[in-house]
């Protein structure tokens, strides 16, 4: 497993925005997106090209484009869905599918409610979507679930990381062949599993649901 903090200035600073208790759903919104896009420019460096010929409206050429079968998408349910509009900007001809896993509050253990996706994954780079790696079970499962499905890679975005969850990757999914991009990693998780200084519920922020 590969982890990969992605620096830039303009990260940061939409990070820092997203991080205000007083920044709205709508802006929320749209700074997700935007560094959604910024990390998807450096988790896609991976995808295999292949050659294709082309016409310029000066003579043939060979060009690069990105080799079938095309990249899948999968936003966990709900707050991936959040992130989907910048990802598919930066890959335009993935596929998307969507996986349901909840966290049990008390109990702290992951459900699957709902999926839809290819039965078979054989030879698909399959990039998941999840704004929080906080216990790391919501996204271990979801490893799982891709590789028992026979994917081919595994790349995961997140906006945040807490050590406890990339502790728990490292320990499941360590020798495994998955990359992982966040815009940073926190300082810990609070005891109720919150990330800590964190961005609070990212569903509840970005659909403006508050309790």
Do not use: W
């Not at 620096?7 to 208790?21: F, G, M, S, V, Y």
């Not at 690069?64 to 936003?75: Q, S």
């Not at 008390?106 to 999926?115: H, K, N, Q, R």
């Not at 990693?185 to 649901?209: C, F, H, N, Q, S």
């Amino acid at each position: 497993m590969q982890v990969h903090v992605v620096e830039h200035p303009l990260i940061a600073h939409k990070l820092t925005e997203l991080r205000r208790q007083e920044t709205p759903s709508n802006i929320f919104r749209q700074l997700t997106e935007e560094l959604v896009m910024l990390l998807a420019y450096e988790a896609t460096r991976n995808l295999e090209l292949e050659d294709v010929e082309i016409q310029t409206p000066v003579t043939k050429t060979v060009g690069k484009r990105v080799m079938r079968p095309r990249p899948l998408v999968v936003p966990i349910l709900r707050a991936g869905l959040g992130m989907l509009e910048g990802m598919v900007r930066m890959a335009p001809t993935a596929e998307v599918g969507f996986l349901g896993m909840a966290r049990n509050e008390e109990t702290l253990d992951i459900v699957t409610y709902a999926e839809r996706l290819p039965a078979d994954l054989t030879g698909r780079h399959v990039f998941v979507l999840d704004p929080m790696l906080a216990t790391g079970g919501t996204l271990a499962e979801s490893i799982n679930f891709l590789y028992q499905r026979n994917a081919r890679r595994v790349t995961c975005i997140c906006l945040l990381g807490a050590p406890e969850g990339l502790a728990r990757l490292e320990e499941s999914h360590g020798d495994v062949d998955v990359d992982l991009y966040l815009a940073s990693i926190d300082e810990k998780l609070t005891d109720k599993a919150y990330i800590y200084p964190g961005l609070g519920d990212a569903g509840d922020r970005l659909y403006g649901v508050a309790e």
